[in-house]
């Protein structure tokens, strides 16, 4: 089983490139909407912490008959998924890729060291702490995701496919404040529910299943010298590699490279 986690502003459409790479691998692979994304649904509990997207993976992997040679590969916030969910059951997981988005432990702790670029990059971290968020990103047909694409893989010139699969995830209201849910939750641990704490936890601290950490050298989100600390806090016998040419989305500019290392990493 290879399971597949797309974030934001994004939909399981992100996956259409490799996918079908890793089934020719012989991989069930697996592409949800993530909580909240429509199809998707709402959840009860109205968890949006980082732990809650994590045991939705080992939920997943559970769900599809997963057993301890399953992958998983996750993108800008299922990466933090990916990083919750082989932390806490390593049982599960052989291996795991994650881009975009490096261990939370290191980007949590050095995140005021951040020089005035990478604070501007994350302006729209910080609207989505304010009631303003969900008008502000409704906007215009929602041209605040746009406007992420264009900043975050400045070289990608074909998105707009991807941007409508996006919209019409998000534009139902409930499912749009549940994408800016994520990032309330991330600095606001009474938005947490208990039952995630586990996965909460093993977000923050170094596991044990390696993982290919990929970033491209143009990522408009977090700029590639955020990231050179990453190596720190990626599980021994893991290795991070600078896709160079590429931004935030560095799966859909660069498919045919980023297939070729995800396959080698998960064969290794």
Request: aromatic share 10%; proline share 6%.
């Amino acid at each position: 089983m290879a399971l597949c986690l797309h974030g934001f502003p994004d939909s399981a459409h992100s996956w259409r490139h490799l996918l079908p790479a890793l089934a020719d691998a012989g991989y069930h692979a697996v592409a949800p909407f993530m909580r909240g994304y429509a199809p998707s649904g709402i959840p009860a509990d109205g968890a949006y912490q980082a732990g809650a997207i994590a045991a939705d993976a080992n939920a997943l992997h559970e769900a599809f008959g997963g057993d301890g040679d399953a992958v998983l590969i996750g993108h800008d916030w299922g990466a933090i998924a990916a990083y919750g969910a082989t932390g806490s059951a390593p049982e599960r997981w052989r291996r795991a890729v994650t881009m975009s988005v490096p261990p939370l432990g290191g980007v949590l702790a050095d995140f005021f060291n951040y020089d005035y670029g990478q604070f501007k990059r994350s302006f729209y971290i910080f609207l989505f702490q304010t009631p303003l968020a969900e008008a502000g990103a409704a906007a215009h047909d929602m041209a605040l995701i746009d406007g992420l694409w264009r900043d975050w893989s400045p070289g990608y010139k074909d998105a707009a496919e991807d941007i409508a699969h996006v919209k019409e995830s998000l534009r139902d209201p409930d499912h749009l404040a549940a994408a800016i849910g994520y990032y309330r939750a991330l600095f606001d641990p009474s938005r947490h529910v208990e039952a995630y704490a586990a996965e909460q936890e093993a977000i923050t601290r170094t596991g044990e299943v390696p993982i290919l950490y990929l970033h491209g050298t143009d990522d408009g989100c977090i700029g590639a010298d955020v990231v050179q600390g990453a190596r720190d806090h990626l599980p021994a016998g893991s290795r991070m590699e600078l896709v160079d040419g590429t931004g935030h989305f560095l799966h859909l500019e660069r498919p045919e490279r980023i297939n070729r290392e995800v396959l080698a990493w998960l064969g290794g």
